[in-house]
C-alpha cells in the first residue's frame, strides 16, 4: 500500500496573495509591510496550537477584539481558499482511482476548520493538521504521528509539499519526500505505485 499525502498551501491551494494579506492589514488598520512581517513570524507558534486571540495580537502588537479575530481568521482562510487547479485535478484522479491519500499541512486549529469546507479538502479522507495535533513540520514527531495514524510504515507513504525542509523532514521520518513546483512535474515525480491506471 502507497499513501500519497498532500501539503495544502501552495500544493493544493495557491499561495496567499499578496493583496489579501495588505487587505487584512487594512481591515486591522495596520501599515501592510509591519502586518506581513508580523504574520510570518508569529505563523509557526499559531500553526503550533497558538489561539487565534494571542496570534492577531501578537502580529498587530495590541489586543485584538472578538469581532476584529473573527473577521481576520475568516479573511486568513479565505486568503488560502483558491485551488491549484492542476493539483486538485491530480488529487481527484488518485481519490477516483481508489488510492490511498491524506492530508498534512501546518494549520491553526480555526484554519482547519474553514479548509475542511472546500469540496476539494472535504474529499479527503485523512487530515491531519498541526495545530489540532499540536507538531508542527518539518519536525520529526509529526510525520511520525501521521504514519501511526495511518497504521502505515513510513516507506510507505510519500509526502508532497513546497517547501524543501518539509520534504526534507519527511525524509528523515523515512518517507519518500517530493519536492513541488507544478502539477505537471508532480505527476512525473510520483512513483508509478502511486499513480492512478
Known amino acids: 500500500m502507497t499513501w ?6 501552495g500544493v493544493l491551494s495557491l499561495p496567499q496573495p499578496d ?20 504574520y510570518w513570524e508569529h505563523r509557526l507558534e499559531f500553526d503550533r496550537g ?21 473577521r481576520l481568521v475568516a479573511m486568513d482562510v479565505a486568503s488560502w481558499a483558491r485551488p491549484n487547479e492542476g493539483t486538485v485535478a491530480l488529487l481527484g484522479e488518485l481519490l477516483e482511482s481508489g488510492r490511498d491519500v ?16 472546500l469540496p476539494w479538502v472535504a474529499a479527503i479522507g485523512r487530515r491531519f493538521y498541526s495545530g489540532k495535533m499540536g507538531l508542527v513540520k518539518p519536525d520529526r514527531e509529526i510525520y511520525d504521528e501521521m504514519a501511526r495514524e495511518l497504521g502505515a510504515d ?31 512535474t508532480l505527476r512525473a515525480a510520483l512513483p508509478d505505485a502511486a499513480l492512478p491506471g
Open 50 to 70: 497558538l489561539s487565534p486571540y494571542a496570534y492577531w495580537s501578537a502580529v498587530l502588537g495590541r489586543p485584538v477584539t472578538q469581532s476584529e479575530t473573527a
Open 4 to 9: 500519497i499525502v498532500f501539503d495544502y498551501g
Open 102 to 117: 491524506a492530508l498534512l499541512s501546518n494549520a491553526p486549529v480555526c484554519m482547519g476548520e474553514g479548509l475542511d469546507e
Open 154 to 184: 513510513p516507506s510507505e507513504i510519500v509526502f508532497i509539499d513546497d517547501r524543501e525542509e518539509n520534504v526534507e523532514g519527511a525524509e528523515r521520518a523515512g518517507m519518500t519526500g517530493v519536492h513541488f513546483t507544478d502539477a505537471v
Open 19 to 38: 493583496s489579501d494579506n495588505a487587505a487584512m492589514a487594512r481591515a486591522a488598520g495596520a501599515e501592510p509591510a509591519a502586518f506581513k512581517r508580523g
